[in-house]
């Protein structure tokens, strides 16, 4: 009898062993995205004066946007993914910083994210965290969130304050202003315990009134349901690059 | 004989009264029996996940507090029900409009609230997908509530009774977005109707008269394509060809898809109560049930794009039309209109009519010890009160034990005067427990307490006060008005700087905040 308890007592602890062991070969580690809003190439200033293509002034009051499905690719094609969503607000400087806790060590060639909330997150219900409809990026009259908004004044808009204001979003059709961001490392990006990633990203505000639209403040002060929505989202399509050391 | 006869009946209607009085619940508290999902026969799945957020005692309790308090407005104005009526099924009754914040009128007439877990979409665009997020787009809307979820949030955060209400129905009092709507739509998801006469037809519980008959077959024939029984919608979106409002210029869904097709196409609502949840259509223009029925006899595809289901128009004749209002009016169902847990919680005091529970015929009991020993068993639980707070958890929980107890008795010699104990306990449990629904709120207090309380709080204002005698008014909108003669002979109205309600079932007074 004893002995039979022995056998199963020692067999155990080698099924716990191995698990940890298991465990232990892939080891995870952090990786850090930081996202820096720029207007072209200068790091954006709240309320200082910029001007866009068309060579008009204005100043940015307020930039947000969504971030989600990050992915990093591997060689392999073991890539990580997350299904966290995280919102970037100019007005918050954490909000800026990502970190990612449990991405496998590795090589990794490059970052894939959304800029928007996919549809998924639109149709279930009630969110929380960055998805909070408390955060300000929610249209309640019809449900869904605002992927981006870029608020700020300008002397060429007509509308009362000379402000403009871009609040943008649609996750079905016929619009859809979620787009898929990829961005190739320069080289194959190494994480390990013991030399954590880090990714710096430009966000350049000036791109979401340019290429292939340029926005006349004029014109079109204002886009804040899916009307025109799909332009400004073209726009904001090629606002993300690497800030590579 | 008669005399005994009579006997039998007083003393037997004395029992009944007593069990009723034992039972004496006020309306607003609500058991777990009264937030129990039951699909009606015949309704199909609902869209909204129950599972994912179920209806507690506490959180339907909150939803329904939240849903009829006008502090979910920018200036304390308007609550959910200033424009859903419990008696226009939860629409608004004779208001084409209704009134918002500062008595602004809006553009769409306020639709009915039932059944709503059987909508896929919500609002006549069917802008809003999903029940949980359908009360931000009013409180939030400039010419309804005008608030801010987050102002909102914060009104409620700084008020003691939500926080504790809170506290009680998701066990964490800080309160979040995701707490106070999951709290609406668990009052919201039990709206439901299901009860009408017509229902009652179907089950083969009711009959309708030949006129009514006459309707229903007419209803059949021209409208139940897109009022599909037996929800009375299909949830569809259709152009029923009254035309573009000249002066709203609401073009219905397609402010929501921007599709051309969509233009003028509005929800097609459901007609149950149709009969006090006038007036019509999604601007509210008809305000009888006859103009609705003119509409669309006389309506041809032609006209306004109307749906194509409408090219035919209907022939009716006068009493054609007086047989089809007459079957509309049988989907008005009074249980729902009436059901005491939807009602305004603000008033406190009532006493339901008595309900008679029916008896089996079970054999009478040969040993009768056995009913003492329960009786004993009964009495000896005492509750227990510690540092001021009864202990009501441990208490109900020890009186249940007994009536299962009986229960596992009866289940092997059936007898009616156990089971008639054992009703009794229940009832008597039950009250119980419906007061340490009310005691989750507050600690009892003597009134002569409120006084003494306001009495010292005076005097560490007023040095020179000599209070000779202070007596207790009724409360006021903040607590409670203490009436003050002071030495000089000078007489004043103090209010009780803290929340004080009265408690109804155990008839004494109830201190929201501890810290007077």
Known sequence: ?245 | MKKSFLAILFSLLGLVLLVSFIDNVPYFLITKQDVVFKKPKGFPKPFYDLEKNKSTPAGFMLGRKLFYDPILSKDNTVSCATCHQQFAGFAHTDHSFSHGVYGLFGKRNAPALQNLIWKDAFMVDGGVNHLDLQPIAPITNHVEMDETLISVLKKLQQNKEYVAMFNYAFNDSIITSDKFLKAISQFLSLLISADSRYDRYMRGKDTLSKSELNGLKLFKTNCSSCHKEPLFTDNSYRNNGIGINPVLKDSGRFLITRMPSDVMKFKVPSLRNIEVNYPYMHDGRFYSLKQVLNHYAKISASKNKADTVLKQGMQLNEQDKTDFIAFLKTLTDKTFLHDKRFMDPGAYVYLPEPVVKKEKKMPAIKDKSIIEKYKNEWDLVQLITIDGIPQYESYIDKLDAITQNIAKQIKNQPNTELENLRLKFIASKKHKEAIKNYMIFGQPVSKDEIIKSCEKQLKSTINEAVIINSQLKEPSKKGWMVIIKYKSGNVSLKEAAFDVKYNPIEKNYVVLNTNY
């Open chain 1, 1 to 245: 009898m004893n002995s039979v308890k022995k056998i199963i007592i020692s067999s155990v602890c080698i099924a716990v062993l191995a698990v940890i062991l298991s465990f232990k070969s892939s080891q995870k580690t952090k990786v850090h995205i930081q996202f820096t809003n720029y207007v072209g190439n200068a790091i954006l200033e709240l309320d200082s004066t910029y001007k866009n293509e068309l060579g008009q002034a204005f100043t940015i009051a307020n930039f947000k946007y969504y971030i989600g499905n990050i992915c990093l690719k591997k060689i392999d094609g073991k890539n990580y993914t997350t299904q966290d969503y995280f919102l970037i607000n100019e007005h918050d400087d954490d909000s800026k910083q990502i970190t990612l806790n449990d991405v496998p060590e590795g090589n990794y060639t490059a970052i894939e994210f959304i800029i928007g909330v996919d549809s998924l997150h639109n149709c279930s219900g009630l969110q929380k965290g960055a998805l909070d409809p408390t955060n300000g990026m929610f249209w309640a009259w019809n449900t869904g969130y605002v992927f981006l908004k870029l608020d700020g004044q300008s002397p060429s808009s007509k509308s009362a304050g000379n402000i403009f204001e871009y609040h943008i979003g649609g996750y079905k059709k016929p619009i859809n202003s979620i787009r898929k961001i990829t961005l190739n490392f320069n080289s194959d990006k190494t994480v390990s315990s013991t030399t954590p990633l880090s990714v710096s990203i430009k966000a350049d505000a000036l791109e979401v009134l340019k290429t292939p639209t340029t926005i006349d403040f004029s014109k079109l002060p204002s886009v804040t349901d899916t009307r025109n929505a799909a332009t400004i989202a073209n726009n904001y399509m090629d606002m993300f690059s690497l800030l590579e050391k």
